[in-house]
Nanobody, 123 residues
Framework: QVQLVESGGGLVQAGGSLSLSCRAS????????MGWFRQAPGKEREFVAG????????KYAGSVKGRFTISRDNTKNTVNLQMNSLKPEDTAVYYC????????????????WGQGTQVTVSS
């Protein structure tokens, strides 16, 4: 069965950096898109960044472009999210997700989800 396990969340001051990692297991992911989403209290889950295992295509939300970088390590089956210049509004639970096909911003089209990891940015 497919498992996605996130790690790397924590507490950081505004302007700081954090790196999240998502380890995927349970199948071959070469045809899959991997996405990072986040959900703050009282808000809907929103797309942050995505990449495709095979093509390396990447897509970012406008709010994180230039600050966050998504990357994949095919040998370790991990997808990473490097977050720099963090702002208090980046505070949320961050989720890793997978879907067969292209990167998409709609969370409803992703079939597999991790348990989430908390990121808190203090001002």
């Amino acid at each position: 069965q497919v498992q996605l396990v996130e790690s790397g969340g924590g507490l950081v001051q505004a302007g700081g950096s954090l790196s999240l990692s998502c380890r995927a297991s349970g199948r071959t992911f070469s045809s899959y898109a991997m996405g990072w989403f986040r959900q703050a209290p009282g808000k809907e889950r929103e797309f942050v960044a995505g990449t495709h295992w095979n093509t390396g295509y990447t897509k970012y939300a406008g709010s994180v472009k230039g600050r966050f970088t998504i990357s994949r390590d095919n040998t370790k089956n991990t997808v990473n999210l490097q977050m720099n210049s963090l702002k208090p509004e980046d505070t949320a639970v961050y989720y890793c997700a997978a879907r067969l096909g292209a990167v998409a911003v709609n969370p409803q089209v992703y079939n597999y989800w991790g348990q989430g990891t908390q990121v808190t940015v203090s001002s």
